[in-house]
């Protein structure tokens, strides 16, 4: 199939018809609990028996419905020990200070932007300054792959802003190259930018979180940490190794520090509509659209903002087809290779060009490619 290259637009003014949408409609619709519960009293109502068939049937479905989303429920309310009656007390935005990785560009940038207009302290590290209008947006120039420069701004930040609560490590960069032609340094600044940055964050911020025994940490991954595809060895690799930080770190917030009040979120989207991976070309036929819609930027960043106002740790998967990828590796291995074929994912890098990111050793970025748009 010719592959075609997905336009970097602005956040749609009505939903796009994919899966995404289908399955928002049924969630409301036949897959939920409320919705359903109407369906045997209907035909009740229009005279038939407590013992018919459809009555019957229709219950069963009702029970298996109600409890898919109970044991839901209940598993978000064990892991963040929460009350069956009582939500947690209302986040207080003006009270935080969120320090954003990598927030100069693309969700880093809208999500500092979008904090800010809530009256938020935003800080932000990235090695180009951020283009904002409002006044309570910090920039520090900070090259967070390496530990040196994380400790020195860190305790500039403490120092001249405060104690961060919010923790948001989402500086990422790909390389798009196969392995043989990754040259030395751009498998250290995969991992330095994608992996290890969150490990110096953490040494710098967390004992302040520690200390207040409160705080959010968000962890940006992705859907391709679940999985590997061709010419992505080290992304692939890299976002693997910040999910595995993630549940490391949750458990050792829980366990050994005894702070399950500091909540973790792990972000896995799939495709971006950013510039990092503006020149990535996908197949041309139209079910893939469907069935593998790209996220805008702005779907991710509300996203993390509610999971930040709903103060509970979870997983964040989207679009809906991310939530298949972890249990392909465990179907027949002629299915894996279908399932992989059919999503091009093998071929979608081979007329990338990196655009975000770029070292002085690779040169200027080609003319017919601008940043921004």
Known sequence: MEPSRRREDGSPIF??????LVMKVLANTAFSPFF????????IFQGAKFDDTIVV??????VGISAFWFIRWYSKLYRNQGSFVLRPPALDWSEQIVVITGGASGIGELLANTLAVRNVTVVVLDVNPIVTENYNVAYYKCDVSKWEEVEVVSKKI????????ILINNAGVVQGKLIVDLSAEDIQQTFGVNA???????????????????????TMSSALGMTGVAQMADYCASKAAVIGLH???RYELDKRYKCPQI?????CPGHVLTPMFKTVTFPKFPLFGFFCPSVQAVAVVKTIIVALDDQHSQRILLPFYTN??????????????????VSGADYAMESFVKISGRRPDEGSLPSEFNEKE
Do not use: M
């Open 263 to 267: 909540r973790t979120t792990l972000v």
């Open 196 to 218: 290890l940055s969150h490990f110096w964050i953490l040494k710098a911020f967390l004992p302040c979180l520690l200390k207040n025994k409160s705080g959010h940490i968000v």
């Open 324 to 341: 298949v990828i972890p249990f392909v590796s465990h179907l027949p291995s002629f299915f894996r290779d279908l399932v992989q074929c």
């Open 247 to 249: 549940e490391s770190l």
């Open 36 to 43: 359903v519960f109407f369906i045997p009293i209907f035909y």
């Open 158 to 165: 403490i120092e001249e802003i405060g104690e961060p609560t």
């Open 15 to 20: 939903d796009s018809l994919d899966v995404d």
């Open 57 to 62: 049937a229709s219950a069963i479905y009702w």
